[in-house]
């Protein structure tokens, strides 16, 4: 996989923070929590962070997609170059 933008993350890096990607009642649970955020564990600690970043998750997704597009393409091309033949 390739860099993104050929400074910013990897694709890989982004492939890894997508599939992190809390589920709808672990958002609540986080963005709910009041507590002292020294007893959550450091994964908590980076997920309720990454939280208040407004659609932290969504853009990720798009830069996911954005990273890996070219290489996506190039694969596509080669399976219908492929099947022409």
Not at 3 to 10: C, T
Not at 43 to 64: C, G, T
Request: net charge negative; proline share 4%; aromatic share 8%.
């Amino acid at each position: 996989m390739t860099s993104f933008a050929g400074e910013g993350m990897k694709a890989d890096l982004l492939d890894v923070l997508v599939k992190m990607s809390p589920t709808l009642e672990e958002q609540k649970a986080l963005l709910e929590y009041s507590g002292d955020k020294s007893e959550l564990g450091p994964a908590e600690r980076f997920l309720k962070a990454v939280l208040d970043i407004p659609n932290a998750f969504q853009r990720l997704q798009a830069m996911h997609y954005k990273a890996c597009f070219k290489d996506d393409l190039v694969q596509v091309q080669e399976t219908l170059q492929t099947l022409e033949v």
